[in-house]
């Protein structure tokens, strides 16, 4: 029996969260190889429907993290990432999935260690409720 090991997809702010994921590598702290990082300018342009493909196409949760509230590089982006999180987990919800699967966090570009603690404590999250059923997708 394999154990189950989870895929997350994480969508990272240019400016913040990705400078952070990149200062935890420089600074050689570990974290679980099961994130796939997608940078982008700012998680305000995260379009819901990027979450939901990650997810049907096999991400068994995803992040969503950006610039501290009120650091945010075009004003107010990560203001809207988090309308868009609190629907999302609704509609996630409908179709059968936990919440657990969305998460959205900010992370500053100076903390190397939270992106890694924040890694590993989803990684975790998601082996304790397992893969995410595709079957009624």
């Given at each position: 029996?394999?154990?189950?090991?989870?895929?997350?997809?994480?969508?990272?702010?240019?400016w913040?969260?990705?400078?952070?994921?990149?200062?935890?590598?420089?600074?050689?702290?570990?974290?679980?190889?099961?994130?796939?990082?997608?940078?982008?300018?700012?998680t305000?342009?995260?379009?819901?429907k990027?979450?939901?493909k990650a997810l049907?196409?096999?991400a068994?949760?995803?992040?969503?993290?950006?610039?501290?509230?009120g650091?945010?590089?075009?004003?107010?982006?990560n203001?809207?990432?988090r309308?868009?999180?609190?629907?999302?987990?609704?509609?996630?919800?409908q179709?059968?999935?936990e919440?657990?699967?969305?998460?959205?966090?900010?992370?500053?570009?100076?903390?190397?260690?939270q992106?890694?603690?924040?890694?590993?404590?989803?990684?975790?999250?998601?082996k304790?409720?397992?893969?995410?059923?595709?079957?009624?997708?």
């Amino acid at each position: 029996m394999s154990t189950f090991e989870p895929a997350i997809i994480a969508f990272v702010c240019n400016w913040c969260t990705h400078t952070a994921a990149d200062l935890a590598g420089t600074s050689r702290i570990s974290y679980p190889a099961n994130v796939r990082l997608i940078r982008v300018m700012c998680t305000g342009m995260v379009d819901p429907k990027y979450v939901i493909k990650a997810l049907l196409e096999g991400a068994d949760a995803v992040l969503i993290s950006g610039c501290h509230p009120g650091d945010c590089h075009y004003i107010n982006g990560n203001f809207k990432a988090r309308r868009r999180v609190k629907l999302l987990k609704e509609i996630l919800y409908q179709f059968g999935l936990e919440e657990e699967r969305l998460r959205l966090t900010w992370i500053g570009a100076s903390d190397g260690i939270q992106f890694a603690d924040t890694i590993k404590e989803m990684v975790d999250q998601v082996k304790k409720i397992g893969p995410a059923e595709k079957a009624m997708w």
